[in-house]
Structure formats: C-alpha cells, structure tokens
C-alpha cells in the first residue's frame, strides 16, 4: 500500500504535460537488425491493439499511386502524421494495381483472388493480411473468402509462409532461388505483427523458418521479392530503387511521437 500511496502522491505533483504523456499510449512499433543461421535480417514488430498499421496505395487528390516512401511521408504530413516504418506491402501489376485484394480504411480497391496462378502470387495457399482496429491477422485467401471479417486494411499476396505454424508444403530447404525478400507475420492472438526483410538473398525455406521459429508467429505472408525494400527512419533508413512501388504498408504515428 505505501508503494502505491507514494506513486499516487508522485502523480499529483507532476506537471499537466507530463500526465498527458503518462496517459498517452505510446507506439509500439519498434525495427532491429536479427542474424538467424547466419542471414542477417531487420525485423520490424508492431502491436496492433496500440499501433496503427496502414496501407496505401493512391495519391487521395490525383488518384494516381504514391509509389515511394517520401510520397507516403508527404502525404501523412499534412494530417500531423509519420511513418514510424514502412515496406512495400504486396504483390502488384506494372501498373502499380494490387494483383489481389486491397482494402484501405475499409475500402476495397481490389478484390479477392483465390484462384491458382502463375508466380508466386498463384503457389497456393495465399493469403490476406487483414487489420482491425485491434488486431492483424494472416488468413489463407480461401478460408477469407468463406469467412471474411471486417479488415480496416487488407492486402493479399502469396504465397504463404506459415501456415497455423508449417511451412508452405511447397517450399525446399536447399532451394536456389534466393532473392532480398519481405513478408509479415501475425501472432496466434492477432496482437503481434512482424514485418521481417533480408538483407542479403534467401530462399523461401529458410526466409520462413525465421518467422516459424524465431518469432513466433503462427502464420505469415510472403510480401514480394526483388523489390523489397524498408523504410525505417529510426535506424536512418529508407530503401530506393528504380521502379515505383504498389501497395505500401506501414505504421503511423503522430509526428512528434519519438522512434524507437
């Protein structure tokens, strides 16, 4: 009881300011650099309860695809906003138009595709990450089109890496296509939410034993490959390359909320 009389009366003198800070639920979302069988990583984590994962794809006053990270950062400027990281957040045409479902602010601007195809997109399961106001999770596309839930944001992409704690049936351990690959990954809960990028080209297999086995992640999506990219400006990052982006996910924070 003493201790929490004393914390009480602590409370009491603090300044206005620094109560608002007390009660303010700070972000979350934090990146580190991770080595794993001696393939080095950068894994990005966010807790959707707290965090506001997002995805964005169109310029909203000239309807034509932001492309990059600047035009995202520009763009949530205006509203007091920021990226507190960000990658290319799935699979899309030359035209930069998602190859499947994309939902943003409970919009959908692309619908579901759940049949087989070519790439790696068709190598089913796919699947869809899907966010609520208090979770995201990973869902095979086939078992979202019987049971959709109500996503805030959704994008889907393929194939999957996890599958309710597997590896995709599909994936070989001793593969020779490696390239820089991103993906993301959802706890069992919907709580947690990986977004993991190598640093150097590897296969499928040994890209999702990463989520499997180091983070616990009971399912995860494979984003894309190499056009992988991160942005993640506490680390003073933010990758380039030549051709534009499509769908880009990422979390926002207010622009003085400071990076982990």
């Not at 409970?106 to 979770?135: I, K, Q, S």
Request: aromatic letters at 6%; one cysteine or more; charged letters at 20%.
């Amino acid at each position: 009881m003493r201790g929490i009389e004393a914390r009480l009366r602590a409370a009491v003198l603090l300044p206005p300011l620094a109560l608002l800070l007390l009660a303010a639920p700070a972000s979350a979302a934090s990146c580190r650099a991770l080595t794993v069988e001696g393939a080095d990583y950068t894994l990005c984590e966010a807790d959707a309860a707290r965090d506001n994962i997002r995805l964005f794809l169109n310029d909203p006053d000239t309807g034509t695809p932001l492309g990059s990270f600047a035009n995202v950062e520009r763009l949530l400027e205006a509203e007091g906003k920021r990226l507190a990281f960000a990658m290319n957040g799935g699979m899309y045409h030359p035209d930069r138009r998602p190859v499947g479902l994309h939902v943003e602010a409970g919009r959908e601007l692309a619908p579901l595709v759940t049949r087989a195809g070519p790439g790696n997109f068709g190598m089913l399961p796919n699947g869809v990450l899907c966010v609520t106001d208090t979770r995201a999770r990973v869902i095979e596309s086939r078992q979202f089109a019987r049971n959709a839930p109500a996503c805030r944001h959704a994008t889907q992409s393929g194939p999957m890496l996890v599958i309710d704690g597997a590896l995709h049936p599909r994936f070989i351990a001793d593969s020779d296509s490696r390239f820089v690959r991103n993906g993301v990954g959802t706890s069992a809960d919907g709580r947690r939410a990986w977004f993991l990028i190598s640093e150097a080209p590897v296969n499928f297999h040994r890209f999702a034993r990463v989520f499997r086995d180091h983070t616990g992640a009971a399912n995860a999506l494979y984003l894309d490959g190499k056009v992988s990219r991160l942005h993640a400006p506490a680390l003073g990052r933010s990758d380039q390359g030549f051709l534009p982006l499509g769908p880009i996910l990422g979390v926002v924070v207010d622009a003085g909320a400071p990076l982990d």
